[in-house]
T-cell receptor, first 112, second 112 residues
Framework: DGGITQSPKYLFRKEGQNVTLSCEQN?????MYWYRQDPGQGLRLIYY???????QKGDIAEGYSVSREKKESFPLTVTSAQKNPTAFYLC???????????FGPGTRLTVL | QKEVEQDPGPLSVPEGAIVSLNCTYS??????FMWYRQYSRKGPELLMY????GNKEDGRFTAQVDKSSKYISLFIRDSQPSDSATYLC????????????FGSGTQLTVLP
């Protein structure tokens, strides 16, 4: 079954803690993306990676970090520097040369 | 001014109605246009993709692009309660980054 998986589905974090959100794809896509979605707002790009071992900041990268050590994996770490991390986080991927992105089911992060 | 503006809704229609969802954009460099459907607490799923002015039809869905007016629309014919979701327009420009710019989404409810 091809697709994008994200885990966990729900995540609770205490203030001051770093947490890592997992994103895995078996679509053999080159590019992967992380978005944040807040209620009533569209998706805002956090980070993206077009190839392994390379990634670029998106519009709201402050307080987040990523790695791309394997083609199929693109984990996102929400650090304690992110002042308002409670949101719905979406991972996406696309194949080289296309604009169409396919999304995972999302992780809802809540800061307690 | 946001690069992509979308009517926020919410929009409520009776079953069987024709639904019109709209976005405007400001940058004429945008060339590729997508509509995503997002059910509550799920990841967005791609509905329609088009890159030229005119209409593209897929079942009950029609995507319309007017590049001269920088205006895109999604029409849903014979709307069903299962169409109740948030609809996001997404637009991409030329370039290797393959970044999408999303509208804020229109929440649609189809009443049985």
């Amino acid at each position: 079954d091809g697709g994008i998986t994200q885990s966990p589905k729900y995540l609770f974090r205490k203030e001051g803690q770093n947490v890592t959100l997992s994103c895995e794809q078996n679509l053999n896509h080159d590019a992967m993306y992380w978005y944040r979605q807040d209620p009533g707002q569209g998706l805002r790009l956090i980070y993206y990676s077009q190839i392994v071992n390379d990634f670029q900041k998106g519009d709201i990268a402050e307080g987040y970090s990523v790695s791309r050590e394997k083609k199929e994996s693109f984990p996102l770490t929400v650090t304690s520097a992110q002042k308002n991390p409670t949101a719905f986080y979406l991972c996406a991927s696309s194949s080289g040369g296309t604009d169409t992105q396919y999304f995972g089911p999302g992780t809802r992060l809540t800061v307690l | 001014q946001k690069e992509v503006e979308q009517d926020p809704g919410p929009l409520s229609v009776p079953e069987g109605a024709i639904v019109s969802l709209n976005c405007t954009y400001s940058n004429s460099a945008f060339q590729y246009f997508m509509w995503y459907r997002q059910y509550s607490r799920k990841g967005p799923e791609l509905l329609m993709y088009t890159y030229s002015s005119g209409n593209k039809e897929d079942g009950r869905f029609t995507a319309q692009v007017d590049k001269s007016s920088k205006y895109i629309s999604l029409f849903i014919r014979d709307s069903q309660p299962s169409d109740s979701a948030t609809y996001l327009c997404a637009i991409a420009g030329r370039g290797s980054a393959r970044q999408l710019t999303f509208g804020s989404g229109t929440q649609l409810t189809v009443l049985p």
